[in-house]
C-alpha cells in the first residue's frame, strides 16, 4: 500500500473518456524532479511546477529532459478537440500531450487531482485519453441581484477552472440593477449600479469596463470564455430607471428591489430603444474577445407578442454586426432566429415546440432546465439559502439527467453544451455563491465532458467523497450534502 493520499487513475471529476490504469507503473516524486515543456507547453508547465512545490516541499525547477514532461504537438490534428489530451503514467515519470495549450491545461486539471493535499507524491501508473463530450459547459453568475467584487469573480473563475468548465456566463443587468459601464449612457451605473441598488437594496456595485475587460483577461488564462448579458427586452427596470426616456411614455419609474419578475419592457415602438440597445451591445461586444453575446429575452410577460416579434428581429441580428453569435434564453426561439443564434433552455416543462423547431432547423441548444442544473435551488428542504420554484434540487438529481433526451426534437447532435445558472436572489456573499455552487457543479461539468455511456451516479458520489478535504484546504464553502459520505 502506498500513502493515504494515494488515488485510482480514474479517481478524478469529471470522469475521463477513457483510463488504463496500470498499478505496476505507478511513479514515485523524487526530490529532485524537473518539469520540461516545449515553448508551447511553457505557461502550464511553469503552473504545474509551482503546484508540485506546493505539495511536496520540492524545488522543482523547469530543465530540458525532466521526468515530467509537457508536449504541445507540432502539428495538431484539427479532427482532435482543442481540449483533449493523452496522460501517461509509468515508474520513470509523467508525459502530458495535448493538441493546443488549452488540452495542456485540462490534463493539468487532471493531474492537479491526482496530486495529495500535502508530502509525498506516487502517481497512479496508467494511461488517459481524454476530450470533452460539448465544447460549451459553463456556468452563470448573477452580478445584478446582487453584485460580487472582482477579487471574488476571480477567485469563483480559479475554482470552476479546476474541473474543466470553460465557459462563465455573466448577468449583468436585470430590474434590480445595472452592472457594467457603458460609454454614453452614464446613469447606468450612477443610479441603477449605486447604493440601494440590488435584492432588498443590498447589493450595490458595477464593473468599469476596465474591471471588466480584466476579468475576462484573468479568465482567458483559465481558458474559460465570459458570455456576457444584457436581458432584453424585459427586465429592464434598472435601466428606465437610470433614462425615463426608455418607457413608453417617457415617464420615470421607480426602483425595484423586490425579486419580482415580468413587470418591465423596452418600448418596441420607439427609435430610441434600437439606438440604446445598439450602443450597450456595441460597447459590450468590444470588451468582449469571446464569441458569444447573451441578450435574454425571457420572462417578457407585459411585452405583447407582437411587440416581442418586433423587438427581437431587430435586435437579434445586431450582435452578429459587431462578430458575435447571438445566445437567449429560449423564448426567443418563437421568432425567426439568425443562423448563428443559440436558444438556451431553462424551464422545467417537458417540451418545447420553439427550441424543437429551432434545432430541426440547424441551431444548436444549450441546456439549463432549471429543475436539474439550476443552482439557486434549494438543496432540500432545510437549505438555509435559494428558493424551490422548480423543485428542490440535490445532488443526485444534478447529476441523473441526461441533455440529450431532456426535450423531445433536440438531441445529441444538437446541443453546444449545458450551463448551470446561479441567481443571487439569496446570496450575500462568496461564501453563499460556494455553499450553493458546490459540489452540485461538479455532476453538470462531469455530464458535459465525460461520455454518456460512461457516467455513473454510484461511481461519482465516491469520487466526489475525496473532495471535501481539498475543498476544505482551498477555503472553499461547500455543502456537506448527506448524500455523500464525506468521511
Known sequence: MHAPTMKHLGDVIPLPASVRPDPAADFRVPADVSVSGTAAATAVADELA?????????????????????????????????????????????????????????????LRQLLPLKGEVVLPGGHIEDAPRFAYRGTMLDLARHFFQPADIRSYID????????????????????????????????????????????????????????????????????????????????????????TCDGEPVQPRTDPEVGYSSLCAGKEETYAFVEDVIRTVAAL????????????????TAEDYRTF????????????????????????????????????????DDGVARAAAAGHQVIMSPADRSYLDMKYDESTPLGLDWAGLVSVERSYDWEPAD??????????????????????????????????????????????????????????????GPRFE???????????????
Open 288 to 303: 468582449t474577445p469571446g464569441p458569444y453575446l447573451h441578450i435574454g429575452g425571457d420572462e417578457a410577460l407585459s411585452t
Open 50 to 110: 509551482e503546484l508540485l512545490r506546493e505539495v511536496t516541499g520540492f524545488p522543482v525547477p523547469r530543465a530540458a529532459g525532466g521526468a515530467i514532461r509537457l508536449e504541445v504537438d507540432d502539428v495538431p490534428d484539427e479532427a482532435r478537440s482543442p481540449e483533449s489530451y493523452r496522460l501517461a503514467i509509468t515508474a520513470d515519470g509523467v508525459t502530458l500531450g495535448a493538441p493546443t495549450e488549452q488540452g495542456l491545461f485540462a490534463g493539468l486539471q487532471t
Open 473 to 487: 484546504a482551498q477555503g472553499i464553502n461547500y455543502h456537506r450534502s448527506p448524500e455523500i459520505d464525506w468521511s
Open 406 to 467: 431532456r426535450l423531445p426534437g433536440v438531441g445529441e447532435q444538437s446541443l453546444l453544451g449545458v450551463e448551470a445558472p446561479l441567481w443571487s436572489e439569496t446570496l450575500r456573499s462568496l461564501a453563499d455563491v460556494e455553499f450553493m455552487v458546490f459540489p452540485r457543479l461538479l455532476a453538470i461539468a462531469e455530464i458535459g465532458w465525460t461520455p454518456r455511456a460512461a457516467r455513473d451516479w454510484s461511481s461519482f458520489r465516491d469520487r466526489l467523497a475525496r473532495f
Open 159 to 246: 475554482t470552476i477552472a479546476q474541473f474543466k468548465i470553460n465557459h462563465l456566463h455573466l448577468h449583468l443587468t436585470d430590474d434590480q440593477g445595472w452592472r457594467l459601464d457603458i460609454e454614453g449612457w452614464p446613469r447606468l451605473t450612477e443610479v441603477s449600479g449605486g447604493e440601494g441598488t440590488g435584492i432588498d437594496g443590498a447589493g450595490p456595485g458595477f464593473l468599469t469596463a476596465h474591471e471588466y475587460a480584466d476579468l475576462v483577461a484573468y479568465a482567458a488564462t483559465r481558458h474559460i470564455t465570459v458570455v456576457p448579458e444584457i436581458d432584453l427586452p424585459g427586465h429592464v427596470n434598472a435601466a428606465q430607471v437610470a433614462y425615463p426616456e426608455l
Open 312 to 351: 427581437m428581429t431587430r435586435v437579434l441580428p445586431m450582435p452578429g454586426r459587431y462578430g458575435k453569435r447571438a445566445i437567449g434564453w429560449h423564448e426567443m426561439a418563437a421568432v425567426d432566429l439568425p443562423a448563428t443564434a443559440i436558444p438556451q433552455y431553462w424551464r422545467i416543462e417537458p417540451t
